[in-house]
């Protein structure tokens, strides 16, 4: 796959609603009720913000498709259009939202712009992993206000994958003291670019197949993308060979949004068959990452060199996250309201991770 064509819980869990959703077809069946089988043929446009069939996220979304086929019976078809095809990869928001299409695919951390509560949704820096975002959205109200803040925007939003712990980013000179990162430019979006941007980077946003390009000609000085399952693909290391572990997105979210008026005249067969669906891609996402990123941590080129970055600069970041939230919540109250919610949990969540994941890791090793 070309460079430019990139663009910038649990399965068991799924696999149990998925089987209640079937099972409870098979009953109707039974008793001459409504048979999901035999229900009108329903097709649905989705557009993504990815090309055909990108690795992890794009083949996730394939495979999301062919299960709702599936589990309806052949009765729910929905129809993935890459980006570009339908609509520019960061327009499908825009075009869902107007009706245009019925569903899109994308990272939530891309409409900042729209609503900056929406960031916090996507993830934060120095913030949840994925399960623990996870766990917020479904447990401590964090649908609730990403399904109210989106219905503005005629949407309704379910967690569509999620890519588990990024990589820091690729940079072309080492990073040994806060200083060194003065006037650097880096593509970083999102909290984590403002964060950055406190400790003297210039973010820059590019999409996807601009990137190495821009590396490579010294555009940019750094960049942050996945990690090393995709980012390999992207031949960051021949540019830039300081891999730095990371900290801005522990756990990103991404999304298969629907136009709310469109989710709302679904039946609820359709509806439970997707939302099944959706969670059985979460959960096959976040292991698929894993096992790759794994694999490919490996295969880097021998230059490749993995760092950390310096104690002065994260102390730095964290005390620069806390005045960006600050600032956000200021200037929208939908960001506070977000923030409360996902702060709240953190507060609950804290003790009982110190003392059986974080006490585990620590034992294991």
């Not at 589990?71 to 499908?92: D, W």
């Not at 940079?171 to 950055?196: C, H």
């Not at 693909?233 to 300081?242: D, T, W």
């Amino acid at each position: 796959m070309k460079r430019r064509d990139f663009l910038t819980t649990t399965a068991l869990g799924a696999s149990a609603v998925a089987f209640s959703a079937c099972h409870r077809a098979e009953e109707t069946n039974k008793v001459g009720s409504v048979n999901v089988n035999k229900a009108k043929k329903v097709t649905l446009k989705l557009a993504t913000s990815w090309p055909a069939h990108f690795p992890i996220m794009g083949t996730g979304v394939d495979a999301f498709a062919k299960r709702c086929f599936e589990l309806s019976g052949g009765s729910l078809e929905i129809k993935v259009f890459p980006k570009n095809i339908l609509v520019p990869a960061l327009q499908v928001f825009d075009a869902t939202s107007a009706a245009q299409i019925d569903a899109f695919h994308s990272g939530v951390y891309y409409w900042k712009g729209k609503n900056p509560a929406f960031s916090i949704f996507g993830g934060m820096p120095l913030g949840l992993t994925s399960e623990e975002m996870i766990t917020w959205l479904k447990f401590g109200g964090g649908y609730e206000l990403w399904r109210e803040m989106y219905g503005k925007f005629n949407l309704y939003p379910l967690v569509g994958g999620t890519t588990g712990p990024q990589m820091g980013g690729w940079f072309k000179k080492e990073i040994n003291a806060l200083a060194d990162l003065k006037g650097l430019k880096m593509r970083i979006p999102g909290l984590g670019g403002e964060v950055m941007k406190k400790l003297g980077v210039n973010p820059v946003l590019l999409p996807a197949g601009e990137i190495y390009t821009a590396l490579e000609r010294g555009t940019i000085d750094a960049t942050e993308w996945v990690g090393p399952a995709l980012d390999s693909m992207m031949g960051f290391a021949k540019a830039a060979p300081y891999y730095y572990t990371g900290w801005h997105e522990p756990g990103s979210i991404l999304e298969i949004t629907f136009n709310k008026a469109r989710w709302e005249k679904l039946s609820d067969e359709h509806r439970a068959i997707i939302t099944a669906a959706s969670e059985e891609m979460t959960g096959n996402m976040l292991q698929e990452f894993r096992y790759k990123n794994a694999k490919a941590l490996q295969a880097l080129p021998k230059n490749v060199q993995i760092k950390t970055f310096p104690k002065e600069m994260m102390d730095a970041a964290k005390v620069a996250l806390n005045e960006v939230l600050e600032e956000e919540s200021k200037k929208s109250a939908d960001f506070k309201k977000a923030l409360k919610s996902y702060q709240g949990f953190v507060k609950l969540n804290k003790p009982w991770d110190d003392i059986s994941t974080k006490n585990f890791l620590e034992i294991r090793g």
